[in-house]
């Protein structure tokens, strides 16, 4: 087994956020000073900023919250794919790529190269995707992108379609580093019970 790798945008001040969503911002709320004996932090965030899973509430009035999904799915083996800056991902992109038996898929796209800018432009997924996806067993869809949908789609086709098949959604993974293979995952969302979504830590480790 190989080292456990983080794939996890780093949360602080400057990380961009979806145009007109809740800006980053850590603080000591309650200072050493003030308090006593500790210095105690205040977090205000999206939960759809940096790395991250979208609970289907986001996109659904009546959809499922973070809670609620089966926490099992974001632990265990996940296959790494490449991509290279695709116009759109579909079937097509899949091509000689054995999908039995996993459950869990990563696409590197390179698209978004730089970190500190929310992009402009971003390849999707195209909706017909899910159901290819679900028939080789695939349970969630990482991604190395902001959304699976255009970004001024509103009614988010890839979203639902993704969701209708039943595949979770892990957005905002940092894979330029990472070479196509088997992989152990961890991205584990927070017990947060209301929420359409929540940030994670995502690691990887060769399984091979
Ligand atoms: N934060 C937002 C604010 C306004 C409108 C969309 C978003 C999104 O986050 C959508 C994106 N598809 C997402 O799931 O991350
Ligand atoms: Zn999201
Ligand atoms: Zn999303």
Redesign the pocket.
Known sequence: MGNWMDISQVLNDKIP?????TPFEYKVSWGMEESGSVNVGQVTM?T?TGT?I?APF??ENDGKKVIDLDFNLYIGPALVIHVPKPASIGVRDLEGIELQGVKRLLIRTDSWTDKTVFPENIPHIEPEFAAYLAEQGVQLLGLDL????PLDSKE?PA?HELNNQGIH?L??LVLHKIEPGEYELAALPLPLEQAD?SPVRAVIRKIK
């Open positions: 956020v979806w145009p007109g969503d999206s759809h991250h979208d986001h996109f902001p959304s699976v949908d988010l979203h959604i957005e905002g979504g």
